[in-house]
């Protein structure tokens, strides 16, 4: 049975090179891991230990797939959002009724 950081430390060193990704079934982790049964804390360490070195693992609800890619280094507004409101704290607010002079 190997650890979660074993098993990421092997994913690492299979798939670094796979740019696009590579997903796996419930029965394909459960092989490849030596495992029979693992919780969430199990993806949630290999998660965390493969982020360490560029790369990220999730499953899906169902935990019936579970996905292994690259983590992007790019921030989604060297992209631009051309239809991005201006970023402002400051919200004008109408008088209230009560606050306003007699007319």
Do not use: C
């Amino acid at each position: 049975m190997k650890s979660a950081k074993e098993f990421a430390g092997w994913l690492h060193e299979r798939f670094r090179e796979v740019r696009s990704g590579v997903y796996f079934t419930k029965n394909d982790i459960a092989t490849l891991s030596g495992r029979q049964r693992f919780t969430q804390e199990f993806i949630t360490d290999i998660h965390y230990e493969l982020a360490l070195q560029g790369m990220g693992f999730v499953t899906d609800t169902h935990r019936e797939k579970f996905y292994l890619f690259h983590l992007p280094t790019e921030h989604w507004q060297t992209r631009g959002d051309h239809y991005q409101e201006p970023v402002s704290n400051i919200h004008l607010m109408p008088p209230a009724k009560r606050n306003l002079p007699p007319q």
